[in-house]
């Protein structure tokens, strides 16, 4: 392959490679994480009963490992989409993913031999006080986990912010703040584009995410050396969930930028960096930080004004969201040339599910909805909405529409079909976890009362429609892979 | 607050994106330039940002009187007539203090200050009806006490789960509480 692409521009090969390592390494992390969420749907269907230790231990690697999962296979499609506007280092990319995936190989250890089991969340003190469950030091290895991915992430940010500020000369003029604070009238000739200021927006709250958790585990080893007696619970919990729900948050708003990217091919369309779009993700900088706090609202000790903080940041985050990008997207389809394919078609259904999950967040997010809905499975509904039919279907769909491009390959129906199974069978298994969260069914539950088996049983018929579609698509892109490698080369 | 009446304002929304997702995809065979789509984006964007506005402060304004915190329960409900300290510990519940526990007797109609605490880690102290719905929750924190106050409108047994993962015996952390 010769001729510049959509992605590929003549001199980002080492980059396209990386991009290639950390999607497909992500996206197969992501299989094995649901086949582990798949076990414990059968578990909680009755169908395949697990010992109560192992579905806690396989229940926090699912989270910590799919957060991981989904988070670097966006992290790979938007360096790909980056590293065609701004340079890049592979090295430092490279540097990144071994860090990451040290952390990995530390939550595993912690979980599957250490025999941790207290959650992704990790909420102190359990960590420490399991009842004999695990012991200290497979807290410490998922701590350090935590520690390296956390690491790999920031290297991944400040290279970005790195490589964006250097191109435009100064980080208000990536963030194209002339442009923004003079209401569109100066700065517009060199503005970035949506993907540039998405990276620079997401650099910098990584970054802040990731101090969040660098305080957090002061104290945490801290108390584990015997040096600090008692840490607070309540601002542990601050802290983790400022790290944690901002972290995946930001897994999101790397997808979202895939779809800056590739939605434009399909349709035929520009989409620009307008006064909108500038302000839209200059408020998503602070406005990101602040929804976490819905995460304490039945912890009443905490100081109500940040429970009211709560519940405008996460209504107000959406905002920005639903009218930039969601509504912005779909202009760029309405009455367009779009072409079905299957990145368009995972495009599409990312956009309804990220919408719907979101709707389902919002109801949460407000406080006397939580008073009956805090840690039941209408949660997890949410979130795996926002996951499985929002960022990882924008990663998927880049995934696919990179093979394709760099091995020269044109898609079947079979595999648009394929796309759609996905979405078919990622809408009943979602909706099974919102009707069991309205019937107060419990989130993190290893035994279920037989009232309860029915959800997770329709749902697991719906994970299978799901694997058809997943299979089909795996299948293609490996049969392509090699192509696409060696498409990077030019 | 009904879990089940959250669940279908949920599918009447997701009904009515899904027929605007379906009409924006199905409208592509009929092409225009971009340039006359957007401008009328650009007054949908900003009618959408107000008018998500107001919705946004409706709902808040809405909820404000639902809120579950102690001041604002008890202006509604009243000054509590009973308190019943609760401790979590690895996995059980204790009522009353913790040198003199009791068997809590709790009236209808009455309203009940739960003063809830833990012995040991984060435990979720969530009350289910005898149909097995969620009808009110706090968390049980060590280091805090949780003023959850509730008035019960139906009699019979209640059950006490622990919602927060609280280790490997976590979802058999149960107990009741009977409403005469």
């Known amino acids: 392959m010769n001729a510049e692409t959509n992605t590929f521009n003549g001199n980002n090969g080492g980059m396209l490679k990386v991009s290639l390592v950390y999607m497909v390494v992500g996206f197969v992390v992501f299989l094995l994480m649901g086949l582990l969420g798949l076990l414990m749907r059968l578990n909680h269907a009755g169908i395949f009963i697990l010992p109560a230790d192992w579905f806690y231990r396989i229940m926090t690697l699912h989270g910590s490992g799919m957060v991981a999962a989904s988070l670097l296979f966006s992290m790979g499609g938007f360096a790909a989409v980056l590293s065609k506007s701004v340079k890049l280092s592979p090295r430092i990319l490279w540097t990144a993913f071994f860090i990451y995936f040290l952390g990995a190989g530390f939550v595993i250890i912690a979980t599957l031999i250490g025999g941790f089991g207290a959650g992704w969340t990790v909420l102190h003190p359990l960590p420490y006080q399991s009842g004999g469950a695990w012991g200290l030091w497979a807290a410490i290895a998922m701590y350090l986990g935590y520690l390296f991915v956390a ?252 093979i394709n491009e760099l091995s020269d390959s044109e898609e079947s129906g079979t595999s648009r079909m394929a796309a759609w199974l996905y979405g078919l069978g990622s809408a009943g298994f979602l909706l099974m976890f919102f009707l069991s969260g309205a019937n107060s069914v419990p989130r993190r539950y290893a035994t279920y009362l037989p009232d309860w088996h029915t959800y997770p049983t329709v749902a697991v018929v719906f994970v299978l429609i799901l694997t058809v579609g997943l299979l089909i698509l795996t299948l293609e892109m490996l049969g392509r892979l090699k192509g696409a490698w060696q498409g990077t080369s030019g | 607050m009904d879990g089940m009446l959250i669940f279908w304002i949920l599918i009447v929304l997701g009904v009515i994106w899904t027929v605007i997702w379906l009409k924006v995809l199905w409208s592509k065979g009929d092409v225009v330039p971009y340039t006359d789509i957007a401008p009328k984006v650009s007054r949908l964007r900003k009618q959408l940002t107000y008018s998500l506005m107001v919705v946004g402060i409706v709902a808040i304004a809405l909820a404000w009187q639902s809120m579950p915190y102690a001041g604002f329960r008890t202006g509604v409900l009243g000054e509590p007539q009973q308190t019943i300290p609760v401790t979590g510990h690895q996995w059980y519940w204790t009522f009353g203090e913790e040198n003199n526990p009791v068997a809590p007797e709790i009236a209808v109609g009455v309203p009940v200050a739960f003063d809830v605490t833990s012995a040991d880690v984060n435990h979720g102290f969530v009350i289910y009806s005898p149909e097995g719905r969620i009808v009110t929750q706090t968390q049980s924190m060590p280091g805090y006490t949780n003023r959850l106050i509730y008035s019960f409108s139906e009699s019979g047994t209640y059950t006490i789960r622990c919602l927060e993962l609280c280790g490997v015996p976590h979802d058999v952390m149960t107990t009741q509480l009977v409403v005469k």
């Open chain 1, 151 to 402: 690491v790999g992430f920031l290297l991944y940010c400040l290279n970005m912010l790195y490589a964006v500020v250097v191109k435009y000369g100064g980080l208000g003029k990536a963030l194209a703040w002339e442009y923004l604070f003079s209401g569109g009238r100066k700065g517009g000739d060199n503005l970035p584009s949506p993907v540039e200021l998405v990276a620079a927006v997401v650099a910098i709250d990584g970054a802040i995410t990731v101090v969040a958790g660098a305080i957090l585990l002061i104290p945490m080893f801290a108390n584990a050396a015997g040096l600090v007696e008692v840490v607070d619970a309540l601002f542990a919990k601050n802290l983790l969930f400022l790290f944690g729900h901002t972290l995946v948050n930001l897994n999101i708003y790397l997808a979202a930028g895939l779809v800056y990217a590739i939605l434009p091919v399909y349709t035929n369309r520009k989409w620009e960096t307008k006064w909108p779009v500038a302000l839209a993700l200059n408020l998503v900088i602070i406005l990101v930080l602040l929804p976490y706090f819905h995460h304490l609202y039945q912890d009443f000790s905490q100081n109500f004004f940040l429970h009211v903080v709560g519940v405008i940041g996460s209504y107000g985050v959406a905002i920005p969201a639903f009218v930039v990008t969601i509504i912005g997207s779909m202009a760029l389809i309405y009455r367009s040339e779009m072409r079905w394919a299957v990145p368009s078609v995972l495009i599409a259904l990312g956009l309804w599910g990220w919408t719907f999950g979101g709707m389902g967040a919002l109801l949460d997010s407000t406080i006397p909805v939580n008073q009956v809905m805090h840690n039941t499975q209408w949660v997890v509904g949410h979130f795996h909405t926002y996951w499985l039919m929002g960022a990882v279907a924008f990663s998927l769909g880049y995934m696919y529409h990179l």
